[in-house]
């Protein structure tokens, strides 16, 4: 069974301050795929980034980074210089890529709020 | 492309009514979910389909009955609603889960059971 922890539920911060919300899961499976999901005060859910479990480099995309350590099974992301349209629900989910593997294991979420 | 569509976009019904929330994609992705999100729960599978004709179930499946008779639609069908099916429902698709594709989901449909 998977399972997925976001051990932060609520995180507030001032604009222009650095955030990061930590992302723990636990899965027997030894190749997998985990994802990061925005959703935005609207209710959408919006992609942001899929990593596969062979690679651990980190990712930058702008003032988004995502810090994959396979060793603590952690995949934590960064918003730099946090800005008011960042607050939203971010949700880490975790995918097992063998034959027959259909489920996406969500956490429950971590609401950000980003004050001016 | 319109990607994700559902249909409606909010819902109240009364316990023990039925109704199909619809969804619907123009990207030919043979794999297609159904989520529900409930506060403080994350998302959680109900039901997935592999391809046309093909269904099966996900973690939350009871109550809820799906068929897949294109690879375009995918309904979710609430026979005799309840109150716990309250909750926001979110359809996806992607070409195959977890190969180069990402699942992607649509707009959710918010249903509230009386």
């Known amino acids: 069974a998977q399972k997925v922890t976001q051990a932060q539920t609520e995180i507030s911060v001032v604009e222009k301050e650095d955030v990061t919300l930590d992302c723990v899961y636990e899965t027997r499976d030894t190749t997998y795929y985990l994802f990061w999901y925005k959703q935005p005060p609207s209710g959408e859910l919006v992609f942001l980034i899929r990593r596969n479990s062979f690679d651990e480099q980190n990712e930058i995309s702008g003032r988004y980074s995502w810090n994959f350590q396979k060793s603590t099974s952690s995949f934590n992301f960064t918003i730099t210089a946090s800005q008011v349209v960042d607050s939203a629900v971010y949700f880490c989910?975790?995918?097992?890529?063998?034959?027959?593997?259909?489920?996406?294991?969500f956490g429950k979420g971590t609401k950000l709020s980003v004050i001016p | 492309n319109a990607g994700v569509t559902q249909t409606p976009k909010f819902q109240v019904l009364k316990t023990g009514q039925s109704m199909t929330l619809q969804c619907a994609q123009d990207m030919n992705h043979e794999y297609m979910s159904w989520y529900r999100q409930d506060p403080g729960m994350g998302l959680r599978l109900i039901h997935y389909s592999v391809g046309a004709g093909i269904t099966d179930q996900g973690e939350v499946p009871n109550g809820y009955n799906v068929s897949r008779s294109t690879t375009e639609d995918f309904p979710l069908r609430l026979l005799s609603a309840a109150p716990s099916q309250t909750s926001v429902y979110f359809c996806?698709?992607?070409?195959?889960?977890?190969?180069?594709?990402?699942?992607?989901f649509g707009p959710g449909t918010r249903l509230l059971v009386l």
């Open positions: 996806a698709s992607s070409y195959s889960p977890g190969s180069q594709e990402t699942q992607y």
């Open positions: 989910a975790l995918l097992p890529s063998g034959a027959g593997s259909y489920q996406l294991t």
